[in-house]
C-alpha cells in the first residue's frame, strides 16, 4: 500500500515563507519512472498543479504561477521525502496544497489525472 502525505501548511503574511514536506511509504513503480508532484486547489477553483519532480531529483516543473518563488528539493537521506520551499507567498496562494504520485517515462507533467496515489492536504494561508 502506498502512503502520501502532505505536512508544513499554515499561516502566514504575504511575502513571507513555507516549506511544504511530502513523505511517501514507497514509490509504486520503477526508479526514475515516478513523479511526485503538488498540486492546490482553494474554494471554488480548480485544482492547479504547482511543480512536479522525478524520483531520480531531476526533472522539475513548475507552473507559471510559482516560477521563482517556489523550489522543490528531495531530502538527502531519503528519496521518499520532498520539499516544496515557498518564498514570496501571496494571497492568491491560499488554498489547500496537495502531493501525489504519477507515473511518467520522460519529463513529469502537471496535470492531476495522471497522478495515481494521492494524500491527505494541507492547509496554506497567506494573508495580505
Known amino acids: 500500500q502506498v502512503q502520501v502525505m502532505a505536512s508544513g501548511g499554515g499561516s502566514v503574511q504575504a511575502g513571507g515563507s513555507l516549506r511544504l514536506t511530502c513523505a511517501v511509504s514507497r514509490y509504486p513503480f520503477s526508479y526514475s519512472r515516478n513523479c511526485l508532484g503538488w498540486f492546490r486547489q482553494s474554494p471554488g477553483k480548480e485544482r492547479e498543479g504547482v511543480a512536479t519532480?522525478?524520483?531520480?531529483?531531476?526533472?522539475?516543473?513548475y507552473s507559471d504561477s510559482v516560477k521563482g518563488r517556489f523550489a522543490l528539493a528531495q531530502d538527502s537521506a531519503k528519496s521518499t521525502v520532498q520539499y516544496l520551499q515557498m518564498n514570496d507567498l501571496k494571497p492568491e496562494d491560499t488554498a489547500m496544497y496537495y502531493c501525489a504520485i504519477g507515473y511518467f517515462v520522460g519529463v513529469c507533467r502537471l496535470l492531476s489525472e495522471e497522478y495515481n496515489y494521492w494524500g491527505t492536504g494541507t492547509q496554506v494561508t497567506v494573508t495580505a
Open positions: 519532480m522525478h524520483d531520480d531529483d531531476r526533472h522539475t516543473s
